[in-house]
């Protein structure tokens, strides 16, 4: 069955980009016009999130979210033939400093969001780093679909580690310089890891793990912006949140990271994933001791 699907995606990945561009305009059609996919959470995720613009306004940032979308799960598959030249002219990470970092012996945290392309952003890091780079990644249900992407994703040498067995490779990753890449605003299903802060003003859970590898290695972390410049091409942006996390005060990475996160959206807003359920969970009282914001934690009365 991989052979099969391997093959079928292969050819498919082949066809040019205005082609696959103008399937995209298809689906477009099917999946926004026809089946309103996840309409309801996107609209209301962006009323959440831009409480100040009109419907008309959050309606075209959803337009433009979807275009999004479905030009990076295309592009996605161009992944399994593009050529490393062809892939360098559409995706540029901006490295300088990071790469001064790691001269200087730094183990480095990078943490990003789900803004597009996601795909993209770690491919062209690995390129450009001379050390390894290490990514989580959770296991698909299908084996061959599984298979298929573990492929794609670590094409470029990127060191994929299974979510569930990451605490034990990490021990033995960190006998050596290397980088994490992490992508920290994934919807905490609960647990001790688990903290809580405003995101756009509304009180959202974050997993606090990225921090605490930040720590434990003594790394420079930075936000990673993804920009998108025009259709297929991308610039993979650093910013320095600090130059060694072990000399900081406790979350002082995750608020950084929360700031520069809000601040990389407010600037392309239709390319992050609004169809995803980040704020499903309700802060209560009883998470006041895992609150972790610069301000106070909401009391009852102060909830949407």
């Known amino acids: 069955m991989y ?4 093959a079928i995606l292969y050819l498919f990945s082949l066809l040019p980009f205005f082609i696959l561009y103008g399937i995209g305009e298809f689906f477009f059609f099917i999946i926004y016009r026809v089946f309103r996919y996840r309409i309801k959470i996107v609209m209301a995720n962006l009323e959440r ?25 295309l592009e996605t598959f161009k992944m399994l033939s593009i050529s490393e030249k062809g892939f360098d002219k559409r995706a540029v990470f901006e490295l300088e400093e990071v790469n001064k970092k790691i001269g200087e012996g730094k183990n480095i945290v990078f943490l990003s969001g789900h803004q597009m392309n996601w795909e993209w952003g770690p491919w062209a890091l690995a390129r450009g780093i001379k050390i390894p780079l290490v990514g989580m990644y959770s296991r698909i249900m299908n084996n061959s679909v599984d298979r298929l992407f573990y492929k794609m994703r ?11 067995k990451f605490s034990t490779a990490i021990i033995r990753i960190s006998k050596q310089q290397h980088a994490v890449g992490l992508i920290a605003d994934q919807s ?3 647990g001790k890891a688990v903290h809580w802060m405003n995101f756009f003003g509304e009180p959202t859970p974050f997993y606090v793990g990225p921090e605490k590898r930040a720590v434990q290695a003594k790394a420079a972390v930075f936000f990673v ?3 998108k410049l025009r259709w297929g091409h991308y610039k993979f942006v650093p910013h320095l949140i600090t130059e060694d996390a072990s000399q900081n005060e406790k ?3 995750m608020l950084a990271y929360r700031d520069m996160l809000e601040e ?4 392309q807003p239709s390319n992050y994933l609004w169809s995803h359920r980040r704020w499903k969970r309700k802060y209560d009282s009883s998470w006041k001791d895992s609150w972790m914001d610069r301000v106070p934690a909401p009391d009852e009365s102060s909830f949407r």
């Open 251 to 253: 979350f002082h990475v």
């Open 154 to 164: 670590s094409r470029t040498g990127v060191i994929l580690v299974d979510i569930t």
């Open 225 to 227: 912006e993804f920009v």
């Open 188 to 190: 905490p299903a609960g």
């Open 3 to 6: 052979r099969i699907l391997y």
């Open 49 to 73: 999130a831009f409480p100040e613009k009109n419907r008309k306004e959050r309606a075209k940032i959803a337009k433009h979210f979807y275009r999004n979308l479905i030009q990076t799960f």
């Open 264 to 267: 990389a959206i407010q600037r």
